[in-house]
Structures are given as C-alpha cells and as structure tokens.
C-alpha cells in the first residue's frame, strides 16, 4: 500500500472514530460469518462502532489522534470497538458477546490513556456505569436533607397528634359544661 493511500486509509479511520478515546479491542476473525454479522448489527443497534483494520494503520491513525495505550494489545487479528453509552456499557456488551460466542476473545483496550488487558475489560463490566454512578451521587447528596426532613417530620408529627388530643378533649369538656337547650 502506497504512502498517499495509507494517508486516506487512516483520515478515513480519523474520521469514523471522531473525538473517542476509549477503545476495546478483540480478536473475531475465527468467528463464522453468519454470528460475525448478527453480532455487528446488535453492535449498530446499541450504537456501538467496529472496525477491523491493519494493526499498523489503526496504530498510525491512534496516535494522530492522540489515543495511547493499545500498543500491547494491537498484535495479530484485531477489530477495534468504540461508542455506546459510556465505556462500562460497551465493556458489558463485548463481555456478553465473548460468553455467547466460541473463537471471540476480547485482548485488551484502553480507557482514558490507560491500557487494559482482557482480565481489566472484564472487571470493567462488572462496574456500575455512568447512569448508575450518577444516581448513586444523587442519592448520597439528598440523603443528608432527607434525614433532615424526616428528623423535623417526626417530633413535628407527634406534637400534631399530641394537639390533636389535647383540642379533642377540651371539645368534649366544652360539650359536656355546656347546658342543653330545650
């Protein structure tokens, strides 16, 4: 391959990754081509890209976009997976899809420069994702004026009751002195 088609092979490349920087890389070229496309089309579903490319012009056109760290895993047959909600979420598809079908091995990846090998992608799987990890820190941040709140509601609520009780029998005494017209 020539210097200037290698050129438009990796702005192509470029181009297609856009701005990501979180990347997993597998190893399906042993995979049958009937799964091979149904995977990939579950991959398109969840928007979720892949791209099987020459290890050294995905290196090439990494590193023109600044993506460190699948220097490792970028050895021998390699398709390069990106997108999806965040970078748990496509670690939890690629985990399913490894379990399911036989030949696919995920090698590695990297997240935020820092590079993963296939055991690292996998305990990412296992971690709650950004959603999830926003609706925790919502939670933890309200618990605090909920204890409050539920502190104020509880003395609050016993001494209404308490009134309560107390207007309910004077009610009775006054009902009670009070003469009976005829």
Not at 113 to 137: F, H, M, P, Q, W
Not at 150 to 161: E, F, H, S, V, Y
Request: glycine share 10%; net charge neutral; proline share 2%.
């Amino acid at each position: 391959m020539g210097r200037e088609v290698k050129d438009m092979v990796i702005s192509e490349i470029q181009s297609r990754i856009g701005d990501v920087r979180d990347f997993i890389v597998v190893d399906c070229s042993r995979v049958d081509a009937i799964t091979a496309n149904r995977w990939r089309l579950a991959l398109r579903k969840q928007n979720i890209s892949a791209l099987t490319v020459k290890n050294s012009v995905a290196s090439n056109a990494l590193k023109r976009k600044g993506v460190e760290g699948l220097e490792k895993v970028l050895s021998g047959p390699s398709t390069l997976i990106w997108g999806g909600d965040d970078v748990v979420a496509l670690s939890r598809s690629i985990a399913k899809w490894a379990k399911e079908m036989k030949h696919f091995e995920i090698k590695g990846g990297t997240v935020e420069g820092e590079s993963l090998d296939a055991a690292a992608v996998d305990a990412l799987s296992k971690s709650s994702g950004r959603l999830e990890t926003i609706a925790e820190l919502a939670g933890l941040m309200l618990a605090p004026g909920r204890q409050l709140a539920g502190c104020l509601q509880g003395p609050g609520g016993q001494l209404t009751g308490q009134l309560k009780t107390l207007s309910e029998k004077e009610e009775q005494a006054e009902e009670s002195a009070s003469p009976v017209e005829v």
